[in-house]
Protein backbone atom coordinates (compact mmCIF):
# COMPACT_ATOMS: atom_id res chain seq x y z
CA UNK A 1 0.00 0.00 0.00
CA UNK A 2 1.39 3.64 -1.10
CA UNK A 3 0.84 6.42 0.86
CA UNK A 4 -2.26 8.50 0.16
CA UNK A 5 -1.83 12.19 -0.09
CA UNK A 6 -5.27 14.14 1.20
CA UNK A 7 -6.25 17.08 -1.11
CA UNK A 8 -8.06 20.27 0.15
CA UNK A 9 -11.17 18.27 0.61
CA UNK A 10 -9.69 15.58 2.09
CA UNK A 11 -8.02 17.42 4.90
CA UNK A 12 -11.57 19.22 5.57
CA UNK A 13 -13.03 16.56 6.20
CA UNK A 14 -10.52 15.01 8.98
CA UNK A 15 -10.57 18.53 10.61
CA UNK A 16 -13.93 17.41 11.12
CA UNK A 17 -13.93 13.55 12.04
CA UNK A 18 -10.42 14.15 14.24
CA UNK A 19 -12.46 17.10 15.72
CA UNK A 20 -15.42 15.13 16.73
CA UNK A 21 -13.25 12.12 18.32
CA UNK A 22 -11.24 14.94 20.16
CA UNK A 23 -14.75 15.43 21.41
CA UNK A 24 -15.54 12.53 22.42
CA UNK A 25 -12.66 12.71 24.85
CA UNK A 26 -13.87 15.82 26.39
CA UNK A 27 -17.16 14.42 27.03
CA UNK A 28 -16.03 11.69 29.11
CA UNK A 29 -13.31 13.72 30.83
CA UNK A 30 -15.94 14.45 33.89
CA UNK A 31 -16.79 10.55 34.05
CA UNK A 32 -14.00 9.52 34.56
CA UNK A 33 -13.66 8.90 38.51
CA UNK A 34 -13.30 6.67 41.28
CA UNK A 35 -16.60 3.79 40.90
CA UNK A 36 -16.74 4.18 37.26
CA UNK A 37 -16.73 0.71 35.15
CA UNK A 38 -14.65 1.74 31.53
CA UNK A 39 -17.53 -0.64 30.43
CA UNK A 40 -19.50 2.55 31.66
CA UNK A 41 -17.57 4.82 29.65
CA UNK A 42 -17.44 3.02 26.40
CA UNK A 43 -21.23 3.24 26.56
CA UNK A 44 -21.46 6.69 27.20
CA UNK A 45 -19.13 7.16 24.52
CA UNK A 46 -21.41 5.04 22.47
CA UNK A 47 -23.96 7.33 22.65
CA UNK A 48 -22.23 10.61 22.00
CA UNK A 49 -21.01 9.66 18.97
CA UNK A 50 -24.91 8.69 17.79
CA UNK A 51 -24.91 12.05 18.59
CA UNK A 52 -22.52 13.39 16.66
CA UNK A 53 -23.38 11.14 13.76
CA UNK A 54 -20.41 9.39 14.23
CA UNK A 55 -20.03 5.82 14.64
CA UNK A 56 -17.08 3.78 16.46
CA UNK A 57 -14.13 2.71 14.49
CA UNK A 58 -12.65 -0.10 16.59
CA UNK A 59 -16.33 -1.97 17.34
CA UNK A 60 -16.09 -5.04 15.30
CA UNK A 61 -12.35 -3.97 13.94
CA UNK A 62 -11.30 -7.11 12.89
CA UNK A 63 -6.98 -7.32 10.84
CA UNK A 64 -6.15 -10.68 9.83
CA UNK A 65 -5.38 -12.97 12.28
CA UNK A 66 -7.46 -10.96 14.89
CA UNK A 67 -11.09 -11.82 16.63
CA UNK A 68 -13.58 -8.59 16.29
CA UNK A 69 -12.79 -6.44 18.75
CA UNK A 70 -15.75 -5.98 21.12
CA UNK A 71 -16.27 -2.29 22.04
CA UNK A 72 -15.86 1.15 20.85
CA UNK A 73 -13.04 2.37 22.36
CA UNK A 74 -9.73 1.31 24.34
CA UNK A 75 -9.18 1.77 28.01
CA UNK A 76 -5.96 0.80 29.00
CA UNK A 77 -4.90 1.40 32.77
CA UNK A 78 -1.62 1.17 34.60
CA UNK A 79 0.65 -1.59 33.04
CA UNK A 80 -1.86 -2.24 30.07
CA UNK A 81 0.32 -0.44 26.96
CA UNK A 82 -2.60 -0.22 24.88
CA UNK A 83 -6.03 -2.16 23.17
CA UNK A 84 -7.28 -2.66 26.72
CA UNK A 85 -11.28 -4.14 26.38
CA UNK A 86 -13.59 -2.00 28.74
CA UNK A 87 -15.05 -4.39 31.22
CA UNK A 88 -16.91 -4.10 35.00
CA UNK A 89 -14.04 -3.67 37.27
CA UNK A 90 -14.62 0.05 38.94
CA UNK A 91 -11.83 2.62 38.50
CA UNK A 92 -9.94 3.33 41.53
CA UNK A 93 -8.13 6.09 42.96
CA UNK A 94 -4.50 6.34 41.36
CA UNK A 95 -5.11 4.66 38.63
CA UNK A 96 -3.92 6.07 35.10
CA UNK A 97 -5.79 5.50 32.21
CA UNK A 98 -5.46 6.35 28.17
CA UNK A 99 -8.56 6.54 26.71
CA UNK A 100 -8.14 5.90 22.41
CA UNK A 101 -10.71 6.67 20.31
CA UNK A 102 -11.44 6.92 16.88
CA UNK A 103 -14.62 7.57 15.07
CA UNK A 104 -15.69 7.50 11.15
CA UNK A 105 -17.67 10.81 9.76
CA UNK A 106 -18.53 10.59 6.58
CA UNK A 107 -16.28 7.84 5.33
CA UNK A 108 -13.43 9.35 7.62
CA UNK A 109 -11.73 8.62 10.14
CA UNK A 110 -10.04 10.65 13.04
CA UNK A 111 -8.20 9.37 15.63
CA UNK A 112 -6.76 10.01 19.03
CA UNK A 113 -6.16 9.38 22.61
CA UNK A 114 -5.41 10.91 26.21
CA UNK A 115 -4.32 9.93 29.41
CA UNK A 116 -6.52 10.05 32.36
CA UNK A 117 -5.32 10.30 36.25
CA UNK A 118 -7.90 8.88 38.40
CA UNK A 119 -8.60 10.70 41.90
CA UNK A 120 -5.34 11.63 43.27
CA UNK A 121 -2.46 9.70 40.83
CA UNK A 122 0.94 8.92 42.32
CA UNK A 123 3.67 10.90 41.25
CA UNK A 124 5.42 8.30 39.10
CA UNK A 125 2.23 8.25 37.25
CA UNK A 126 1.62 12.01 37.16
CA UNK A 127 5.98 12.22 35.66
CA UNK A 128 5.10 9.41 33.20
CA UNK A 129 2.35 10.62 31.80
CA UNK A 130 3.73 14.20 31.47
CA UNK A 131 6.72 13.18 29.36
CA UNK A 132 4.63 10.75 27.12
CA UNK A 133 2.89 13.72 26.59
CA UNK A 134 5.87 15.80 26.29
CA UNK A 135 7.38 13.31 23.89
CA UNK A 136 4.49 13.15 21.51
CA UNK A 137 4.56 17.16 21.33
CA UNK A 138 8.74 16.58 20.39
CA UNK A 139 7.70 14.88 17.80
CA UNK A 140 4.93 16.82 16.51
CA UNK A 141 7.60 19.50 16.42
CA UNK A 142 9.55 17.64 13.55
CA UNK A 143 7.07 17.70 11.53
CA UNK A 144 7.58 19.91 8.51
CA UNK A 145 8.23 19.68 4.98
CA UNK A 146 11.92 17.78 3.87
CA UNK A 147 11.80 16.56 6.96
CA UNK A 148 11.86 13.03 7.72
CA UNK A 149 10.07 10.10 9.66
CA UNK A 150 12.89 9.06 11.49
CA UNK A 151 13.42 12.73 12.94
CA UNK A 152 9.81 12.19 14.22
CA UNK A 153 10.87 9.07 15.91
CA UNK A 154 14.34 10.20 17.15
CA UNK A 155 13.14 13.23 18.98
CA UNK A 156 10.56 10.99 20.72
CA UNK A 157 13.41 8.54 21.50
CA UNK A 158 16.01 10.75 23.02
CA UNK A 159 13.44 12.61 24.78
CA UNK A 160 11.61 9.43 26.53
CA UNK A 161 15.16 7.67 27.53
CA UNK A 162 16.77 10.99 28.67
CA UNK A 163 14.01 11.22 31.30
CA UNK A 164 14.32 7.43 32.18
CA UNK A 165 11.53 5.86 30.14
CA UNK A 166 12.04 3.15 27.78
CA UNK A 167 9.49 3.31 24.12
CA UNK A 168 7.45 0.91 23.15
CA UNK A 169 8.47 -1.04 19.49
CA UNK A 170 6.18 -3.24 18.70
CA UNK A 171 3.47 -0.53 18.15
CA UNK A 172 3.38 2.60 16.08
CA UNK A 173 1.55 5.95 14.42
CA UNK A 174 -0.05 5.28 11.02
CA UNK A 175 -1.18 6.71 7.81
CA UNK A 176 -5.10 7.12 7.99
CA UNK A 177 -7.46 9.09 6.02
CA UNK A 178 -10.86 7.28 4.75
CA UNK A 179 -9.11 4.00 6.06
CA UNK A 180 -8.05 3.08 9.67
CA UNK A 181 -4.65 2.14 9.02
CA UNK A 182 -2.55 3.78 5.97
CA UNK A 183 0.37 3.91 5.17
CA UNK A 184 3.12 4.94 6.49
CA UNK A 185 4.03 3.23 10.01
CA UNK A 186 5.68 6.06 12.31
CA UNK A 187 7.86 4.83 14.21
CA UNK A 188 8.73 6.33 18.30
CA UNK A 189 12.36 5.39 17.63
CA UNK A 190 14.85 6.12 15.05
CA UNK A 191 18.03 8.02 13.60
CA UNK A 192 17.30 11.47 12.21
CA UNK A 193 17.10 11.68 8.52
CA UNK A 194 16.22 8.47 7.57
CA UNK A 195 12.60 6.63 6.45
CA UNK A 196 10.27 8.66 4.15
CA UNK A 197 10.47 12.26 3.29
CA UNK A 198 7.46 14.32 4.84
CA UNK A 199 5.61 15.87 2.14
CA UNK A 200 2.36 18.18 2.27
CA UNK A 201 -0.78 16.12 2.51
CA UNK A 202 0.50 13.20 4.57
CA UNK A 203 -2.02 12.43 7.43
CA UNK A 204 -0.94 10.33 10.13
CA UNK A 205 -0.95 9.56 13.59
CA UNK A 206 1.77 9.72 16.32
CA UNK A 207 1.20 8.16 19.30
CA UNK A 208 4.46 7.35 21.66
CA UNK A 209 3.82 4.69 24.30
CA UNK A 210 6.23 4.90 27.20
CA UNK A 211 7.17 2.38 29.75
CA UNK A 212 8.67 3.16 33.40
CA UNK A 213 10.61 -0.06 33.46
CA UNK A 214 11.52 -1.87 30.41
CA UNK A 215 9.97 -1.97 27.14
CA UNK A 216 9.03 -5.20 26.10
CA UNK A 217 5.40 -6.42 25.99
CA UNK A 218 3.29 -8.89 25.56
CA UNK A 219 -0.30 -10.16 24.68
CA UNK A 220 -2.85 -11.61 26.89
CA UNK A 221 -5.09 -14.62 26.24
CA UNK A 222 -8.16 -12.10 25.35
CA UNK A 223 -5.79 -11.61 21.67
CA UNK A 224 -5.77 -7.56 22.20
CA UNK A 225 -4.71 -6.35 25.46
CA UNK A 226 -1.33 -5.27 25.35
CA UNK A 227 0.76 -5.22 28.48
CA UNK A 228 3.96 -4.30 30.29
CA UNK A 229 6.20 -8.01 30.61
CA UNK A 230 7.67 -6.56 33.89
CA UNK A 231 4.38 -4.87 34.88
CA UNK A 232 5.90 -1.68 35.22
CA UNK A 233 3.42 1.41 34.43
CA UNK A 234 2.05 2.41 31.06
CA UNK A 235 1.54 5.82 29.22
CA UNK A 236 0.35 7.04 25.91
CA UNK A 237 -0.94 10.17 23.95
CA UNK A 238 -2.13 10.48 20.41
CA UNK A 239 -2.64 13.11 17.97
CA UNK A 240 -3.81 13.12 14.15
CA UNK A 241 -1.25 15.40 12.14
CA UNK A 242 -1.11 16.17 8.41
CA UNK A 243 1.74 17.41 7.11
CA UNK A 244 0.57 21.45 5.39
CA UNK A 245 3.25 23.60 2.78
CA UNK A 246 5.46 25.72 5.94
CA UNK A 247 4.83 22.34 8.66
CA UNK A 248 2.65 20.56 10.26
CA UNK A 249 -1.74 21.48 11.30
CA UNK A 250 -2.44 19.53 14.32
CA UNK A 251 -6.16 18.03 13.27
CA UNK A 252 -7.17 16.21 16.78
CA UNK A 253 -8.05 19.61 19.05
CA UNK A 254 -11.12 20.44 20.23
CA UNK A 255 -12.07 22.51 23.20
CA UNK A 256 -10.95 20.00 25.95
CA UNK A 257 -7.70 19.37 24.17
CA UNK A 258 -4.30 19.79 26.91
CA UNK A 259 -2.77 23.00 24.92
CA UNK A 260 0.56 22.42 23.40
CA UNK A 261 3.69 22.67 25.41
CA UNK A 262 5.59 25.98 25.61
CA UNK A 263 8.95 24.62 23.49
CA UNK A 264 6.23 23.65 20.32
CA UNK A 265 7.40 25.91 17.74
CA UNK A 266 3.50 27.74 16.97
CA UNK A 267 4.84 29.41 13.91
CA UNK A 268 5.19 26.00 12.14
CA UNK A 269 2.26 24.09 14.45
CA UNK A 270 -1.11 25.40 13.62
CA UNK A 271 -4.06 23.86 15.98
CA UNK A 272 -7.18 23.26 14.36
CA UNK A 273 -9.86 23.81 16.72
CA UNK A 274 -10.75 27.37 15.23
CA UNK A 275 -11.22 25.73 11.54
CA UNK A 276 -12.97 22.52 11.72
CA UNK A 277 -16.34 22.54 10.90
CA UNK A 278 -19.29 19.99 12.04
Same mark, same amino acid.
Request: charged fraction near 20%; glycine fraction near 10%; charge should be negative.
Given at each position: ???? /?????????????????????? %?????????????????????????????????? /???????? /???????????????????????????????????????????????????????????????????????????????????????????????? /?????? %???? !????????????????????????????????????????????????????????????????????????????????? !???????????????????????
Amino acid at each position: MSIT /YKDAAGIAAMRTACRLASEVLD %FLAPHVKPGVTTNEIDRLAAECMARQGTVSATLG /YQPPGYTP /YPKSLCTSLNHVVCHGIPNDKPLRKGDAMNIDVTVIKDGWFGDTSRMFLVGEPSIAAKRLSQVTFESLWHGINQVRPGARLGDIGAAIQKFAEGHG /YSVVRE %FCGH !GIGQNFHEEPQVLHYGRPGTLTELRPGMVFTIEPMLNAGRREVKELGDGWTIVTKDHSLSAQWEHTVVVTETGVEVLTMSA !GTQPAPDFVDRERVRLATETATA
